[in-house]
């Protein structure tokens, strides 16, 4: 009893003590804001952050929709911004209290999702690309079809994302990747149902362990889980696909239910300062699109393949609504006819 | 004050205080946190979703017609399936156990009780990834097996429908264990002396004694292990390479994937749940029955 | 069979003293591991909340849980059957859907997500598994226990805290240890009913595995064993010392 009634007046200490001095509820994924750029915030500002995660775009739009909660910055995926600025659940962006956007490439401010970058602010870009190790497998692979192939079964790791991998065979058939319509996704039911035969594990999260572990000796991931590995370990190398393939980018924007409106506008400032966008960088190799905070990082960051490949014109996932459940009715089957 | 005694259970009517003071808890706790929730569910599932994946409140029965799409069906059959054998497997390991720990010195027994829960106190994660570690092509259980000549290539044990019923098994066991030991503690060594005395041999005193006596705790066991592995799918995404779909991944994917599509996922989550609700239901009234 | 249980806890504390930073090989020996694991702030902060969580769950599951099932049990009235059905519904939700729905609930009756949000969900998913446990053991239990204690003029509540209590011992404790693991190790509905503050442990591993997992988690969970190990060992004793006291003449 008496145990229980100290317990309760932890419960109280603990919670008196967040209610104080200006914050920021940060909703971004899972430590992809490295802690020593909080830190750095917090210390220069006096401003507390918290920072609640989500692991996939779904689960914070799905999260940010029931309401309860009110965040002040999320990161969005391309795709979700751009249904979420069209219900209008993003803040017109105050251009002026940032001046640091200088510092982005003009490219990735004039992406498809917001042309005007009115309302986000590109933190990170990706590629998703093949992985080979080149011990095991002496193949050239330049692409999805020289990857997919019957000798590589039970080889291949892929990531556990729908969309992706619908979108592979849509460029392989030479077909636009946004385009899901029935009869496109009927076109490419056939390739994908041999493909996925060929697999042998489907992992968003972590689809470098398998190649790490030697469970498998290809992959498709994203681009910076490769350089992760190619970091690790040289013997693996990066391919862009030669059917196609597709960067996405990860966002910053403000909820139009946002209450800490100046603290977000000022935690994106100071992201998008140089030396703090290297920070980010040093943990996640993936492509950063602020050109000063390039110019920090060391030859070695710059010549991984896989955080800077040569890239073409951005084109970025869009969001395509209802359709998705067509996707999801399409994987379950073809995954469950393949396992039998 | 005393209050009419019946010798059957269950049949005592309850005085007024002692009523509302025992009763209001469960019954608000219920209602607030079981009821409300599962009604927002009910409601969901005749609605429409849209573009962004907002519900919108229709009245429509297309979600439960999808979800009697051969495709869900035959997803529904497999985890059934994979339940089913972890319950088998689980309720086989997990007897003798809860039976030896019954049957010990009071002391050992909650040093035993705590030796079998402990390893369960450790994050799922962690765990799920020293099976990893242990299963892989190049780990140790190959590394073993190669070392000592048993196996001259390594076996392919992670990422198969094994591996996945192996991380089923290992999550769920202490569910099955705790509730057979709960009511094999009680058992009387007397009971099986005696059966032993009558003539009855080891296989013929369990089955007629040990088990009918233990059975509620088996039965609790069976429930709580059998039902969650079906919704089960962070297991097989991690030891099975999330090859095959199973009905807890296809919720989750209306629910936070990409489907975006909350309604037919609360569909399919009301027809999971009348299902398991009328089979328990029919359970505890057959239960009833038998003691009456 | 303890071999199956304790297998892959004594590989994940061997690769705990690992140099290596990704569990795949053996490189060397170091105790880095479990210096990191205490300068982590947030992780500590994190193991904290999920401790406090999981001891209030389990009191509070213990006391509906035990509770409800004496009254389902015992007494007879009106509504018995659907209570005892409901309490199966928690038990058979998928854990997203509840947690989905509680979010939608707690959102729609305007109480900020926090602590009391992740213990009340807790709460829920864990005293149905009490319940089952100790009306698994009611079911074989002698109802002429009680009325011996009711002849000999106890008064009910006393026949069930003197009688009953007792008897039921091992399957409330049964019960405790499960939603005290429950509670411990869930993480779809926490996600849910959480706020950034009441992020419990296993919130903070998954994050973590999306960058990989490091032995940081393997030390961890190792000190995490030690610590419970010695609790009930020092328990153990003190009663012992307080027996033997009490005991002397």
Redesign the interface.
Known sequence: MKSLRLLCALLLVAVSAARAAEALNLFAWSEYVPQKVIDGFTKETGIKVSYATYATGEEMLAKLLAGGAAYDLIQPPDYIAEAMIRNKLLRPLDRAKLPNLRHLAPEFLALPHDPASAYTVPWMLGTVGIVVNTERVKDPIRGYRDLFQPKFKNRIVVVNDNREIVSWALVTLGLNQNAITRENLAKARPLIAEWIKLVKVFDSDSPTTPLLNGDVDLGVVWSGEAAKLINENKKFAYVLPAEGYHPYVDLMAIPTTAKNVAAAHRFLDYVLRPEVSKLISDEFPYTNPNLAARKLLTPAQLANPASYPPMGKLDTFRDIGKAAADIDKLMTDLKTAAAK | ???P?Q?????????RP??WF??A???V??VA??????L??LVYSFSE?D????VVFTFTLENYARAF?P??L??FG?SLGYAAATTAICAV?AY??AWCM?QARP?W???L???????????????T??????L?????LNGLLLYTHTIAAPL?L??TPGAVVLGLV?AY???MI??I???A??LDPALIEAAHDLGCGPWQSFARVVLP?TR??L??GV??VF??AI?MF?IS?LMG?????LI?N?????????????P???AL?VI??LI??TV??LW??R?EAR?A | MLAFLWGPIVVLAVYSFNTSRLNILWEGFTLRWYGEVWDNAPLMEAARTSLIVATITTVLSVLLGTAGAWLLHRYRFRGAGALRTLVGVPVMMPEIVMGVSLLVLFAAVAVPLGFATVVIAHVTFCFPFVLLAVQARLAGLDPALEEAALDLGATPLRAFWLVIVPCLRPAITAGALLAFTLSMDEVIVTYFTASPEAATLPLRIFGLAKVGLSPMLNALSVLFIVATVAVVLITERLQKSSRSLSSRP
């Open positions: 004050m005393t209050i005694v010798p059957t259970q269950g049949s005592a009517q309850l005085p002692a009523r025992l009763l808890p469960l019954a706790w219920l946190f079981v009821v409300a929730p599962a927002i569910l979703r573009e962004l994946g907002r799409d495709v869900y035959s997803v497999r390991l003798p156990v019954a002391p027994r909650d040093r009780l705590l030796l079998v829960m402990i390893p369960f106190w450790t994050s799922f994660l962690i765990r990834y020293a099976w990893i570690t242990i892989k092509s190049e780990g140790l392919e992670l990422y290992y066991l202490p569910f705790l509730p030991y709960g009511s503690e009680k006596l509620p705790g039965a609790a429930m709580m039902v969650p919704g962070a995404d390479g999330a090859r095959v779909p807890g296809v919720i989750q994917d209306q629910f936070v994937g990409q489907a975006r599509d909350k037919f996922g609360a989550a999971f749940m398991f609700v328990y239901w505890q009234r239960a003691v």
